[in-house]
């Protein structure tokens, strides 16, 4: 664990990682990259409360994201790993509950942001206490391809006002509260496309060699009715 003393900006990715994929994994180094970040945490959801159940479990969901971390090369700025607090909880995982978790143990201080993608951007203000994610981290949104951020809901737009991020150095010199979008190039990886090539006994596109490997192990998502 990172010392409460420590300044430096961390970084928390949120998601449920059904399964993990390139996407994802280029998400989280540009996410590094672009803010010039310490370190990030993949953050699993093990009770996702905006969608239905995951198709695999979460100590499954979390042993994927182990293998794709030992079998990718590691990031160009920063490091990363995985905090796995949310499969402690009981009931859904609100973000909100783990950036409180993060925030007693690390600080009020430290400059702290939370990646998530545009399409679940796009539905914050249907998060748990949404409003308050503003006063414990920066967000961070990463395009997905077909998710548009224009036409944001009227108080989404509102609670944006004054919180956008120019410069790198936005997110180091306060704790929370600044919004940017992460300019990096559309993944084509999806992670329905995965579940339902597997389903459909076809070969899955975009997955780290460890992450196929344990999904064929496994039999991971096999028994999913096709797409």
Avoid: K, N
Avoid at 60 to 67: G, K, P, S, T, V
Avoid at 90 to 98: A, H, L, R
Avoid at 136 to 142: N, S
Wanted: charged share 20%; aromatic share 8%.
């Amino acid at each position: 664990m990172t010392p409460a003393t420590d300044a430096s900006l961390h970084l928390l990715y949120g998601g449920t990682f059904d399964p993990v994929h390139l996407g994802h994994l280029a998400v989280a180094r540009a996410a590094l990259a672009t803010t010039g970040a310490a370190h990030l945490d993949f953050v699993p959801a093990a009770d996702p409360p905006h969608r239905g159940p995951p198709g695999a479990a979460f100590a499954d969901r979390l042993d994927l994201l182990r293998a794709a971390l030992a079998s990718e090369p590691p990031p160009a700025v920063g490091t990363w790993a995985i905090d796995p607090r949310e499969g402690a909880r009981q009931g859904p995982s609100y973000t909100v509950d783990t950036l409180r978790e993060w925030r007693a143990e690390h600080g009020e201080a430290r400059p702290l942001g939370f990646v998530l993608g545009a399409d679940a951007f796009l539905g914050l203000t249907g998060w748990h206490e949404w409003r308050a994610l503003f006063d414990l981290a920066h967000l961070l949104v990463a395009r997905r391809p077909g998710c548009a951020l224009e036409g944001l809901p009227p108080a989404l737009r509102e609670a944006l006002d004054g919180r956008w991020a120019t410069e790198p150095a936005d997110f180091h010199t306060a704790p929370a509260g600044r919004v940017a979008v992460l300019d990096l190039p559309l993944q084509p990886e999806s992670a329905t496309a995965v579940r339902e090539a597997v389903a459909g006994r076809r070969p899955p596109f975009g997955l780290p060699a460890g992450v196929a490997a344990v999904i064929a192990a496994r039999g991971l998502y096999r028994d999913l009715a096709p797409g």
